[in-house]
């Protein structure tokens, strides 16, 4: 028998953004009524806690994945890579990397050109409410870091305080990462942190799967969701929040009937709004490696991180003011690290990429998995924008300030050619952003309060929501979207 409850507010994933809507919400006012449903379960696998076992929770901790991989890609010699996207109470940050970047004035600045509202001095204070919450711990500085940093500046770059609050990220720097504690670091989730079940307004469900939004014409008016192989039935009072991230929101969207009429149309799924642009415009970051053997009389340096806690913002058009490559430093002692022991890596991740990809449906069946295309390396200038990052980590890595921890370039081979290396081995950084872009524009899937275009009563606030890519990993402005779209809400109340 299908089970049918009543709420406010339904906000669908407890992920980086789901869990500051969820809290937030119920903080504002007590007398509404929230539910928070995620598809996954609590995290209860001690190791998942501990920043630097993150390569290893990474490859061994299924139970928390969806398990999505790309169509093959064919300018990555047809490689299917692994989308990596976490199911469960915290959502990816309970796999990710932890690393904590705001991104640029100038990202957001040409956020609020497309999308008012969404400038740097707007964005700004929700970054810092985040904050307030949220521990940002900056790393520290090592023998083999302050070596990394005369090679780095050996290549020509300054070091920059902090790349968050410095007037630009230009330069290297010790990494920050949201991860608390003084002896024992622990990873920080916002569901952790901001824990949304503290609140008695809301009910938290995990382990429920939804597999459509319902709607009265155009008005979204509740939520299917499966639990314990159950039906379940939520109506609203107010609005639904769908924050089930850059992969799993569109694919809900155009399950519940939203999306492009035509793609709608092969599955059968009746037509609730033509929104094109859904699962359109995926953006996503890739990154080249470099690695070296370190020498016998070298200890391994080993960080309490799951990267070393240094990292390097530069840019493929050597110009301090279009940044597009932030390297970040890996060494063979992190856990379940995927290279040998004896080794330090740079790994440049290339930013501000022009390729799009796509995520679409597959079938009408919500079990099945979306097709996602990322389009790595489809548009022009993409590959030698990889070309000229992987020659900057070639570079850095052999200055002189990191000889005594170099014994010979392990990656790319020396004399090896680079396309070829990158075709065979740049990856996916996990930066999948856009596919429910924002905007002004008639085609663009939520306007600039996050409301999905054509229908009232449900917005989008996640990942996928970002008008533009940024300079940075993707973590921190999902949760100053967030903050910034409950916000929003509670000023549409008082309208
Ligand atoms: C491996 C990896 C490493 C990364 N490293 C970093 C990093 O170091 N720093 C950084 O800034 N960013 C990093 N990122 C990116 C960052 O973690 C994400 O951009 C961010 O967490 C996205 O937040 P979100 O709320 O949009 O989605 P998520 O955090 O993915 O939350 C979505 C939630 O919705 C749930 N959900 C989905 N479908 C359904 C459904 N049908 N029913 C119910 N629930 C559902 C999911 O289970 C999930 O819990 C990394 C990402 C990955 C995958």
């Given at each position: 028998m299908t089970k049918i409850a009543h709420y406010d507010y339904i906000v669908i994933g407890a992920g980086s953004a789901g869990s500051i809507v969820a809290s937030k919400l119920a903080a504002s006012d007590e007398s509404v009524s929230i539910l928070l449903l995620e598809a996954g379960g609590t995290p209860?696998?001690?190791?998942?806690?501990?920043?630097?076992?993150w390569f290893e929770v990474l490859q061994k901790?299924?139970?928390?994945?969806?398990g999505y991989q790309s169509v093959p890609q064919p300018n990555l010699n047809n490689r299917v890579i692994k989308l990596a996207q976490a199911k469960v109470l915290g959502g990816c940050a309970l796999h990710n990397a932890m690393v904590y970047v705001r991104g640029s004035r100038s990202d957001f600045d040409a956020w609020g050109k497309v999308a008012p509202g969404w400038s740097w001095n707007d964005v700004l204070p929700h970054f810092q409410n985040v904050e307030q919450i949220m521990k940002v711990l900056t790393g520290e500085a090592s023998e083999f870091i302050n070596d990394l940093f005369t090679a780095a500046a050996q290549y020509g770059l300054p070091h920059n305080p902090n790349y968050n609050t410095s007037e630009s990220q230009y330069g290297y720097a010790l990494f920050q990462f949201n991860v608390t504690g003084v002896f024992n670091l622990i990873r920080e989730t916002t569901y952790s942190t901001f824990q949304p079940e503290q609140y008695h307004n809301v009910t938290v469900h995990p382990m429920a799967f939804v597999t459509r939004i319902l709607f009265e014409d155009t008005r979204a008016i509740g939520v299917e969701y499966v639990k314990e192989r159950q039906q379940h039935l939520a109506y609203i009072h107010n609005e639904i929040i769908l924050s089930a991230g850059a992969i799993a929101s569109p694919k809900i969207l155009m399950l519940s009937g939203i999306g492009d009429e035509n793609e709608l149309a092969k599955f059968d799924i009746s037509v609730v709004a033509n929104v094109p642009e859904v699962g359109q415009n995926l953006y996503d970051d890739l990154f080249v490696s470099v690695g070296f053997s370190i020498p016998q009389n070298k200890d391994v340096p080993f960080y309490d991180y799951g990267l070393a806690p240094a990292v390097i913002f530069a840019s493929t058009e050597n110009s301090s003011s279009v940044i597009d490559i932030e390297s970040s430093v890996g060494v063979g002692t992190l856990k379940g690290f995927p290279g040998p022991e004896r080794s330090f890596w740079l790994w440049p991740n290339i930013m501000h990429l022009k390729s799009r990809g796509t995520v679409t449906l597959r079938s009408s069946n919500p079990n099945d998995t979306p097709m996602i295309d990322p389009g790595y390396l489809t548009a022009l200038g993409d590959i030698q924008m990889c070309k000229t990052a992987l020659q900057l980590g070639i570079d850095i890595g052999n200055q002189l300030g990191l000889s005594q921890w170099?014994?010979?370039?392990?990656?790319?081979?020396?004399?090896?050619?680079l396309e070829t290396y990158i075709r065979e081995t740049a990856d996916t950084?996990?930066?999948?952003?856009?596919?429910?872009r924002m905007g002004t524009d008639r085609d663009s899937v939520v306007d600039t309060e996050l409301r999905v275009r054509g229908i009232s009563g449900l917005r989008v606030i996640d990942s996928?929501?970002?008008p533009l890519s940024i300079t940075a990993n993707t973590a921190a402005a999902t949760m100053m979207i967030a903050d910034k779209g409950v916000d929003i809400i509670i000023r549409s109340l008082q309208c």
């Open positions: 209860d696998n001690e190791k998942m806690w501990t920043p630097s076992n901790c299924p139970e928390i994945e969806w170099r014994l010979k370039q392990i990656a790319p081979e020396t004399g090896a050619d950084t996990h930066h999948y952003c856009r596919t429910c996928s929501v970002f």
